[in-house]
Structures are given as C-alpha cells and as structure tokens.
C-alpha cells in the first residue's frame, strides 16, 4: 500500500531518563562481555559471534532512533516500554532480500485468488458481515464485494495476519538498512498507533514488511484512513469488521473510487488489434475502444461505460483480455500489480455472482525464471531494442523492447515473454 514519512527533526537535547531507561533495555538485550569475570590478562577475549554482534548493533541503533522518535512526539514511556523491548528479527531480513526464483505467470495468481473455495468463503463472509460491510459501501461508496474481496486476498478473511511484531520487523528492516528511511517513518507511525492507545505493541500483529490486521494496513496508511467505525474510541483493524470495512472503503475513497462505475469487465479484441496500446497508460473512453473492434466477451452485451479506459493483455495475445478503468487503477493504489488488482475485480465479480474469466489463458507456456528474464532483457538490450537495465522483472520497459524485437521478425508484437522468444535471441549471433 502507499505510504507517506513522517517529517522528524533531532531534538536539542535528549531527556535523561528517557536516554537512560533506553539504554538500560538496550544493553539487556544485547549479548556482551561479563563484568564480574573479566577474562585473565595473558589471554585474548573470543571474538563475538555474528549473529551477537548483529544484535549489538541493532541495539546501538535502536538506542539512536528513540531520539528521532522522540522529536517526533512518541512518548518516552512508549520509547521504554515498546521501542526498547524491539527485537531484531534475522527471517525479517531473509524474507525481504529473497525474490522468487520463478516469475509467476498470471493464471498461476489467479487460479489461487480467485479460486472457488476463496470465491465460497467470500460469498458467506459477505452474508456473515453484511450489516458492517454494507454500512461501509454505503458511506464511502465502494460496493461491498470489492471490500470482501480485499479481505480476502489480504488476510484470508482473518485467518492469517502475520506472525511478525510490527515493531519488531519495521525495527529490523530500519536498522538493516536497505529502505531505511521509509521503514523508520513507518515504524514512528506504529509507535504513535501504540502512543495512540488503538491497540498494544503485542497485539500489533502482521507481516514481515510492516502490514497490519484484517486488510493488512501499513502503519502510516493506518494514521491518515483507518476509522473508528463502531464507536468504541479505537480504530481496530484486528479485532472489529466496522473498522475493517470502513477504513479499506475510507482508503479507496480518498485514492480515486468511483463510487457507480465497475472496475472494467472481460472483452475480445479483434485480430488486427495493435499491442502496444495494450498498457494502462493508453487511455480512451470505452465507445472509442468499441468503434475500434473491441467487443464484450459472450454473455455481455456490450462494453461497460468508462472514461480513460485501458485495455490489458495480461499473458499476451494467446490470453484473455480486459478492459479497465479509473476504479482499476485505485486498485493498484492498495498493491501496485496488475496480477493483484486483476485478483480483487475477479474475485468481487464472482462474490457477487457474477462470472470468472472466459477465455483460455495459455496454460502451455512455460513461466520463465528472473535469470531467465534478465537474459532475454540483456539481448534485447545487445541488438538495440532497449530494455533498459536488466533486472529480471518484466515491466512496461522490457514489453515495449520485446515488441520492437517481434515487429522486426514479423511476429505478433504483444510484449509477452516466452521461452520460445528466449530461445529465439539466444541462438542468434
């Protein structure tokens, strides 16, 4: 989900029984060398191993950042008793510097997010919740399906928020350094959810990224739209579906939701059809697509009325396609992926009773590797058709390489990278 980062500003002078109270659970939990043993002169202490000396960094760090925590209005109690009990979490780091070996393919994504258990367990999440889910759809103008849909993708419905501490992960990656910046204002924010009183620091539960409760909020998205829906004087996405469904629907609102207009709908497109227009930044009121041979797919009689509406060849042009508008792109503002954004519209559609995807994905097609994309990308990039950095991750930048690449050897250019394309550029001198 967006973010934002709190502005902070050091303090002029650091309180002393905060600086002190910090220190002390500071170096508690850090391993160290013993005081009343010290060890004999003749001999050289052993070193520190590095998973102690990791910690007793983490621990210096964690000791630093309560000042910053502090000038930004976080209690010294809560800098004690919550910030100095943060725990550095080594799978944290693991989990955030792996990367699927794999790029999943579409289908794949699809098959599990809009898979017929989820759709049933939707379906009586909606009847079970209906009032809480309704009240919502009705004040912020998001239909209910579509909030079921993202707790369902999220969370399961509930049943899996994380393992992690909160504090304890944002801690971790803060201090591991990759994204510090973002993960420090994430984690003032966390620490003012607790100042706060809206939940406490052990109970604060999520992934190892820092996302939260039944919809999985990260901290600062919680501050600016999580809401108090049941009146309680909290605003709990762990433990109340009001809030829960009143703080997603308060989210999509304020990110551009379209309160009457679908998110876009299945269509056909026609043989001559031109895929490098085939991208959310092409934009054209739906009559305009229409007029250019797009039509809805069977069972629907025509094309639903968007403005700015995109088409999307998510496997190319041997896969479905769709036609999405302003409310699919408020989608990616929760999880910029098109695989995601594509998952909840499927998934509220079908909660609803409405249709799953009707065309045939292209199942045969082998899903390349991220070593394997970044070779594709690399000879792209050596026969000009530029990609460029390679990365193994395949973006607008590497479809619109790729399509230049089949255009000049006569292909159909959709930009969907296959084996047969690798193969293809790899044997060519």
């Not at 939940?199 to 939260?212: E, H, L, T, V, Y």
Request: hydrophobic share 45%; with cysteine.
């Amino acid at each position: 989900m967006s973010a934002f980062t709190p502005r902070l500003r050091r303090p002029a002078l650091w309180p002393l029984a905060a600086a002190l109270a910090l220190s002390g659970c500071a170096s508690a939990s850090a391993p160290g060398p013993a005081t009343s043993t010290p060890a004999p002169s003749s001999s050289t202490p052993p070193p520190a191993s590095a998973d102690a000396q990791q910690r007793a960094d983490f621990a210096a760090w964690r000791a630093g950042f309560a000042q910053q925590a502090l000038a930004a209005g976080i209690r010294p109690d809560t800098l004690r008793d919550v910030l100095g009990q943060a725990q550095w979490l080594p799978r944290v780091v693991e989990l955030d510097r792996a990367q699927p070996e794999f790029t999943r393919p579409p289908w794949a994504y699809l098959d599990s997010a809009a898979s017929p258990q989820r759709i049933a367990n939707g379906q009586a999440k909606r009847v079970e919740h209906q009032a809480a889910l309704d009240a919502a759809a009705a004040r912020y103008g998001v239909p209910a399906p579509v909030l079921t849909a993202i707790w369902g993708l999220e969370s399961n419905y509930g049943q899996n928020f994380g393992s992690f501490r909160t504090v304890d992960a944002l801690a971790t990656l803060a201090h591991e350094g990759r994204r510090r910046a973002w993960a420090e204002g994430e984690l003032v924010a966390a620490l003012r959810i607790v100042d706060q009183d809206h939940i406490g620091a052990d109970r604060m539960m999520g992934s190892w990224a820092g996302a939260m409760g039944h919809t999985q909020f990260m901290p600062t998205v919680f501050l600016a739209y999580a809401v108090d829906a049941d009146g309680d004087g909290q605003r709990d996405i762990w433990g109340s579906i009001p809030d829960v469904a009143a703080s997603t629907a308060h989210f999509l609102a304020r990110s551009g939701w379209r309160s009457g207009e679908p998110w876009g709908a299945e269509v056909r497109l026609p043989a001559d059809f031109d895929y490098t227009r085939a991208e959310l930044s092409v934009r054209q009121g739906a009559a305009q697509w229409a007029a250019e041979g797009v039509q809805a797919v069977e069972g629907q009689k025509t094309l639903p009325t968007l403005a700015e509406a995109s088409i999307l060849a998510p496997a190319g042009a041997r896969g479905p396609a769709f036609l999405v508008g302003p409310n699919f792109r408020t989608l990616l503002r929760y999880n910029n992926a098109v695989n995601y954004a594509l998952g909840v519209a499927l998934l509220a559609q079908q909660i609803d009773g409405g249709p799953g995807v009707v065309a045939a994905w292209p199942r045969d097609l082998q899903p390349l590797s991220r070593e394997q994309v970044r070779t594709l990308q690399t000879a792209l990039n050596e026969r000009g058709f530029d990609t460029g950095k390679p990365d193994g991750v395949a973006g607008p930048a590497t479809r619109a390489g790729l399509r230049r690449y089949q255009q000049s050897v006569g292909v159909v250019a959709d930009g969907y990278p296959t084996l047969e394309l690798l193969e293809r550029l790899t044997a060519q001198p």
